[in-house]
């Protein structure tokens, strides 16, 4: 009786021993799951915000959400357009922050035409539409923040 009472409390042990080894194994193991999920998270941010400083080209506006996307983030875009008179090329680019301002170029038959940083937060399609002359109530902003390359 008592080598039984013995064998019991052995056999006792090593279950105990085998489920606290499983437990220990299990919640490390959850431990570098996680570790291993922020260090794919952390690849995966440091990647989109490099995706995020690289110029997109959205081509000739076959999608004007491609630019006006990027624009509202003043991340580096540039998009091509022609003229309602069908012969005008029309190149806008935003190259990013430069100096906390947005940087805006336009260019017209492949002339440097506007160079704009405006604050952060004023280019947008309104902006936008006013440095094309269409009133926006906006001309102030473009005034302050624009010039004319070689004005």
């Known amino acids: 009786m008592a080598n039984n009472k013995i064998l ?3 056999i006792g042990v ?3 021993v085998v489920i606290g ?29 490099a995706a995020e400083e690289e110029m997109v080209d959205c081509g000739q506006s076959e999608d004007p959400w491609c630019f006006v996307t990027r624009m509202n983030g003043c991340l580096p875009v540039t998009a091509k357009m022609m003229g309602s008179d ?12 430069e100096n906390e301002k947005c940087h805006f ?13 405006f604050p952060k937060g004023t280019l947008n399609m309104d902006t936008l539409d006013q440095t094309f002359g269409n009133e926006k109530g906006l001309q102030k902003v473009v005034d302050d923040a624009c010039t004319r390359p070689g004005w």
């Open 8 to 10: 019991y409390i052995v």
């Open 14 to 16: 090593l279950v105990l």
């Open 21 to 49: 080894g499983g437990v220990f194994f299990f919640l490390n193991n959850k431990g570098a799951q996680k570790e291993s999920e922020a260090n794919q998270q952390a690849t995966t941010s440091t990647s989109t915000v």
């Open 86 to 97: 069908g012969t005008t090329a029309i190149e806008m680019t935003i190259f990013g922050v």
């Open 105 to 117: 170029q336009r260019k017209i038959n492949n002339v440097a035409d506007l160079d704009c940083y």
